[in-house]
């Protein structure tokens, strides 16, 4: 009985104490602990999402912002267009005092080395020179030791290509005659120009290969001497092979034309036309003895040629000391001619000192046609039919011999105190012939 009631009394014991725990935590303020959660595993807790770039905000489409990138190497300063061998094919001017022959031509490599080599046989070997250009690939040489009235050949050679050709030097001073070739006006029509070439050397090539001749250009070259373009496609165009042999065989003087120096500017015209020293730099008149004929190739658009003028003053004494049986000006104003534009103011200051001085012959290239006229025992030739839109002369001029419109070339030998000349279309044909004595 007794360890009944012990064993009763350790139950209640028991009860009563749990309840007093119950209760003392059901008291306020005395919250129950709740058990920890249990830390899940890994691979049940997901990563974290990661926080996404932000969209980046797109630039204004009116100005956009280049992505920076590496600084690009500075733009070089481009370089003149270039051109294989020669941009303009060797060609010869007259030079010096006495006189010689200068080969000038242009590379197509700005600041290029040529080599030009010559003598007297196709084998060459009296010269080599090595030639560097200018800044725009201009190259000249003067032929040193050429004998006169002497078959010269010579070979240039410039960027891997190759261009020859032959000449017949100046005669000496104790020549007994000379022979000369002119026109003028060839401006922008260089395929006229070529057919008129191709007579020439015709022409020429029925005379003895060692009779030296000289080519006399009336001037107006091209159509706009201040244009590069116009040298390169029309006064030197390579695209003719009859004019550029014409070039190259045949030593050349220039007269200034009105089209050659638009505004008096004839910066072109000396850069590619003038080999000779001048009286007066930077206006192209100058004198030169070829045989037995003296020659004088004026300048009326750099400077006037009014009376007295440093021009009209030079021309006066030259003409005074020359000493040769012939006396012979180039001028590119018409004096004297068919119509059409003409110098009138010339016919009162010009003609009356070529007759004190004693001229024989004036030749003019302003007027695209031929004419001549005899005025006051003098004759003056218009050759302005070299390649230019032919014009119509006009009838019955005062004085007025002959004229026609043709693109021809002019033909002159002097021996002895006669002038025989011959006026030769681009057909060949013969459209004027005369003869006439000196005046001295």
């Known amino acids: 009985m007794r360890g009944t009631i ?29 058990a920890p959660t249990p830390t899940p595993a890994a691979t049940a807790t997901p990563a974290p999402t990661a926080t996404p770039a932000p969209t980046p905000t797109p630039a204004p489409t009116a100005t956009p912002t280049p992505t920076p990138a590496a600084t690009p190497a500075p733009t070089p300063t481009p370089t003149p ?33 040529s080599t030009i080599e010559w003598g007297r046989t196709r084998y060459l070997g009296e010269g080599i020179v090595s030639v560097n250009a200018t800044s725009d690939g201009m190259s000249e040489l003067i032929l040193p030791n050429i004998t006169a009235s002497t078959i010269i050949h010579y070979r240039v050679t410039s960027s891997g290509e190759t261009f020859e050709a032959s000449f017949v030097s100046p005669p000496g001073s104790g020549a007994d005659s000379a022979l000369f070739y002119a026109y003028g006006n060839s401006m ?34 091209v159509s706009d001497g201040s244009r590069e373009a116009d040298w390169q496609t029309q006064a ?20 200034l034309g009105s089209r050659d120096a638009p505004g008096g500017n004839a910066s072109l015209f000396a850069k590619y036309a003038n080999a000779r020293s001048l009286p007066s730099p930077g206006h192209y008149y100058y004198s030169f003895d070829w045989g037995t004929a003296h020659f004088v190739v004026l300048d009326a658009y750099t400077s006037p040629i009014a009376l007295y003028s440093p021009e009209y003053n030079w021309l006066e004494h030259d003409l005074m000391g020359a000493r040769k049986e012939w006396k012979i000006v180039v001028v590119h104003p018409t004096i004297y001619g068919a119509g059409g534009n003409s110098q009138q103011s010339f016919q009162l200051t010009l003609a009356p000192l070529f007759e004190r001085t004693g001229v024989d012959f004036v030749l003019q290239g302003d007027n695209a046609y031929y ?3 005899i005025a006051n025992g003098l004759t003056y030739v218009v050759s302005g039919g070299g390649g230019a839109a032919l014009e119509t002369p006009r009838d019955g001029v005062t004085q007025l ?16 105190d006669t002038m025989d000349c011959t006026a030769i279309s681009d057909n060949g044909t013969a459209i004027d012939s005369f003869s006439f004595r000196n005046r001295e």
């Open 6 to 34: 012990y064993a009763y009394s350790t139950v209640m014991l028991s009860l009563i104490l749990l309840s007093g725990c119950i209760c003392q935590n059901l008291l306020p303020g005395s919250q129950a602990t709740p």
């Open 81 to 113: 267009a270039r051109f294989e061998g020669f941009r303009k094919q060797p060609y010869l001017l007259l030079a010096g005092d006495p006189l010689t022959v200068v080969v000038r031509w242009q590379t197509g490599d700005p600041n290029g080395k």
């Open 188 to 221: 922008g029509e260089p395929e006229a120009e070529s057919r008129v070439a191709e007579r020439l050397l015709e022409n020429l090539g029925g005379n003895s290969s060692s009779r030296p001749a000289v080519l006399l250009h009336a001037g107006n070259l």
């Open 236 to 255: 030197f165009s390579a695209d003719y092979a009859p004019l550029a042999t014409l070039r190259a065989t045949v030593p050349a003087a220039y007269a």
């Open 371 to 373: 004419s001549r006229v």
């Open 401 to 416: 011999v002959k004229a026609q419109a043709a693109h021809h070339f002019i033909r002159c030998e002097a021996a002895g």
